[in-house]
């Protein structure tokens, strides 16, 4: 399966079939802005050009695929940044019981070549969720990495949105362990065909995302140079009792959810084995943490936990926190910061 774009689709609702309008297209993901009957305003994007509006003309039904497009703006490609998509199949062991067969992908963005038998530095960037996905589709802090000579690494585990309900259902009960062998795996055969320097490797990511790169640097404390989080889970444990999603740490442990339900010691034994918690011993990485005050979702106390418990230890550590934001630390002055 490729990596998923955003495609548009038209479905006749007599026959039920469904045909592909973009699926010929160069262009990495489309979306529907609106449409009026058979006239369509769209933008479409690649990870390595901007968004640009078109509008697109339906034709006769059976004719889908000769849809007339007009663009409304251009935008043109970054000629100095480049992407891939890299197909991985899991490694003997890794294997998911139920669901053997299931690849994972990523997508790589990589800066303008510099000196020959150089490499970049590469920044591994899994996504949330954990049943969100990468797309390819233009995305600014990626690119922002990439101008300023890193390679990027967005990785859709298994577990990702997009590649089946299988590839949903194979997560579950196998956080902590199979997304972040996903992970690491992707990461050192990117190594492996030298794509990027595996002297400078560092890891960031928000919410899931930073609960995979703090697993990373746990599990694996001496190949990451530095990691930044924002918002990350830390502990599914003491989190079940303060979000307002608590179904899903009993879900994603891989446990049924029922409204007021007292989770057994075994229950909760099981959620801090999968925790990023359980690994804070081993971590040598130097951390930046990042924390929205008013986050409901991922509290900070969460991240809080962590940086105490590193810098008890004597680790590297630093914690920005940040008032009257949620779990995207989205307002203006902090995300400039």
Not at 48 to 55: E, F, H, R, S, T
Not at 290 to 313: C, F, H, I, N, W
Request: charged content about 20%; glycine content about 8%; overall charge negative.
């Amino acid at each position: 399966m490729p990596f998923p774009p955003q495609d548009l689709f038209v479905i006749d609702i007599a026959t039920g079939s469904i045909t592909s309008l973009t699926s010929s297209s160069e262009i990495g993901s489309w979306t529907l802005l609106d449409i009026q009957r058979d006239i369509m305003v769209v933008s479409c994007s690649a990870p390595n050009c901007p968004p640009c509006l078109k509008v697109g003309i339906l034709p006769a039904a059976g004719s889908e695929q000769e849809v007339t497009w007009v663009a409304l703006d251009e935008a043109e490609r970054l000629p100095d940044i480049e992407w891939q998509i890299l197909t991985f199949t899991p490694p003997c062991g890794q294997e998911h019981p139920k669901f053997p067969a299931m690849d994972f992908e990523v997508v790589l963005l990589t800066p303008e070549k510099g000196k020959e038998g150089s490499f970049p530095p590469l920044v591994v960037s899994p996504h949330g969720g954990p049943h969100s996905v990468f797309t390819a589709e233009w995305m600014l802090y990626p690119i922002a990495l990439c101008k300023l000579g890193f390679a990027v690494l967005l990785v859709n585990y298994r577990g990702s949105s997009g590649f089946g309900q299988d590839n949903i259902y194979s997560l579950l009960g196998r956080i902590g362990s199979q997304d972040v062998k996903d992970v690491q795996y992707s990461v050192e055969q990117v190594l492996k065909m030298k794509l990027a320097d595996p002297s400078k490797v560092f890891v960031t990511g928000g919410s899931h995302g930073g609960f995979l790169a703090s697993h990373l640097v746990g599990q694996y404390p001496n190949f990451y140079k530095a990691c930044a989080t924002l918002n990350p889970v830390i502990n599914i444990v003491s989190m079940l009792a303060t979000t307002d999603i608590p179904d899903w740490c009993t879900v994603e442990a891989g446990f049924n959810y029922t409204v007021g339900q007292i989770p057994t010691p075994p229950i909760l034994e099981a959620m801090l084995k999968k925790s990023p918690i359980s690994h804070a011993s081993q971590i040598k990485t130097p951390l930046l943490i990042l924390l929205g005050e008013k986050d409901k979702r991922v509290p900070p106390s969460q991240g809080l936990e962590l940086y105490r418990t590193v810098k008890a230890r004597g680790g590297v550590v630093r914690l920005l926190w940040y008032p009257e934001n949620n779990h995207h630390i989205s307002k203006v002055d902090a995300e400039a910061d």
